[in-house]
């Protein structure tokens, strides 16, 4: 909220957006289950596996031949084939680094966004006169 009033208020607008560039790819990702192509449980934020004290990817149940993209790359659950990863942007992560702590998940998600904001920054302020005229 308080990035869109400034935003606004400012008149770079074009620029905000580029701040928001992991949420939009997040919204992107997660539309399928968003609007119910894809099953959508109630949680799809990480599961906490208090044997190992680590954050997992949160699944969903579908059938064995479902959703092959999105199936847990760790193979069965209980015994059961039939799992897919949530389609949420803190899932992926944990899918690409592993199970982690919440603390180093918390800095590779920040990381992540600080670097979404820098690269966003550059490309408005270097490549953007190309394209938008200077008011």
Not at 24 to 37: D, E, G, M, R, T
Not at 113 to 118: D, E, G, K, M, T
Not at 124 to 131: E, F, G
């Amino acid at each position: 909220m308080t990035f869109a009033c400034v935003g606004i208020h400012g008149h770079f607008s074009k620029t905000l957006i580029l701040f928001f560039i992991p949420q939009i790819i997040n919204f992107v990702w997660s539309a399928p289950q968003i609007f119910n192509l894809v099953p959508c449980p109630r949680h799809r934020l990480p599961k906490f596996n208090p044997k190992k004290n680590l954050l997992q990817p949160s699944l969903f149940e579908c059938g064995k031949e479902e959703y092959r993209l999105l199936k847990w790359r760790n193979g069965s659950v209980d015994g059961k084939d039939g799992w897919g990863v949530n389609m949420t942007l803190i899932n992926v992560v944990l899918q690409v680094i592993g199970d982690t702590s919440e603390r180093q998940l918390t800095v590779i998600l920040l990381t992540l966004q600080s670097l979404c904001c820098v690269s966003g920054l550059m490309f408005r302020y270097k490549v953007a006169n190309l394209i938008f005229e200077d008011e």
